[in-house]
């Protein structure tokens, strides 16, 4: 079946460590993003990559890095900078970000750092 | 930068009613736009679109209008359902933000 995934669904990590978090789509899209949701907050974007090789900040761009190797992949690295990182992230892609087309959402990952 | 916001962060309402969900956006060169379902712990999921050049878009029991004039969008629901509880956004296909939400609860 054609989607976004994200992986894994809960994550549990120590103050100080990075962590990867994985997005994965097989829609042919070209537009990726990378969402945080804070409890009883809406979407804050930290990244988006209109296509392979290229990505931009959002607006909540500090501590996080991502890459865009493969069409498919967008994978977030939550850095030890990222002062708050306890968050619900989501992915999603789009066919392409001027088209004006829909966003497919992955089902999140929550992230704990203990 | 021009934003996308709700107007309404909850709303509750009882089964069987119509619902109302309202939207403000900013941008006027804005052509294109997209209501969400998220529920708990999931996310969010589409639920209708609209173009700028319609007023009114009818899908299974759901409604958006848009008013250009003043810039607002809203999303009308049908005979609620208690599976219709969730939070609903909106937002700009050309930009990809969306604004804070609202909590749709349905009561019993």
């Known amino acids: 079946d054609g989607g976004i995934t994200q992986s894994p669904k809960y994550l549990f990590r120590k103050e100080g460590q990075n962590v990867t978090l994985s997005c994965e789509q097989n829609?042919?899209?070209?537009?990726m993003y990378w969402y945080r949701q804070d409890p009883g907050q809406g979407l804050r974007l930290i990244y988006y990559?209109?296509?392979?090789?290229?990505?931009q900040k959002g607006d909540i761009a500090e501590g996080y890095s991502v890459s865009r190797e493969k069409k498919e992949s967008f994978p977030l690295t939550v850095t030890s900078a990222q002062k708050n990182p306890t968050a619900f992230y989501l992915c999603?892609?789009?066919?392409?970000?001027?088209?004006?087309?829909?966003?497919?959402f992955g089902q999140g990952t929550r992230l704990t750092v203990v | 930068g021009e934003s996308v916001g709700l107007h309404l962060p909850t709303l509750s309402v009882q089964e069987g009613d119509n619902s109302i969900i309202n939207c403000a956006y900013s941008?006027?060169?804005?052509?294109?736009f997209i209501w969400y379902k998220q529920e708990s712990g999931k996310g969010p999921q589409f639920i209708i679109d609209?173009?700028?050049?319609?007023d009114k878009r009818q899908g299974q029991r759901v409604t958006v209008l848009l008013n250009k004039t003043v810039k607002h969008l809203s999303l009308q629901i049908a005979a609620t359902q208690p599976g219709d509880s969730a939070v609903y956004f909106c937002?700009?296909?050309?930009?990809?933000?969306f604004g804070a939400g609202t909590r749709l609860t349905v009561k019993p």
């Open positions: 999603a892609s789009s066919m392409d970000s001027h088209l004006n087309t829909e966003a497919f």
């Open positions: 829609l042919n899209h070209d537009a």
């Open positions: 990559s209109q296509i392979v090789n290229d990505f």
């Open positions: 941008n006027s060169a804005s052509d294109y």
């Open positions: 609209i173009r700028s050049n319609m």
């Open positions: 937002a700009e296909s050309n930009d990809m933000r």
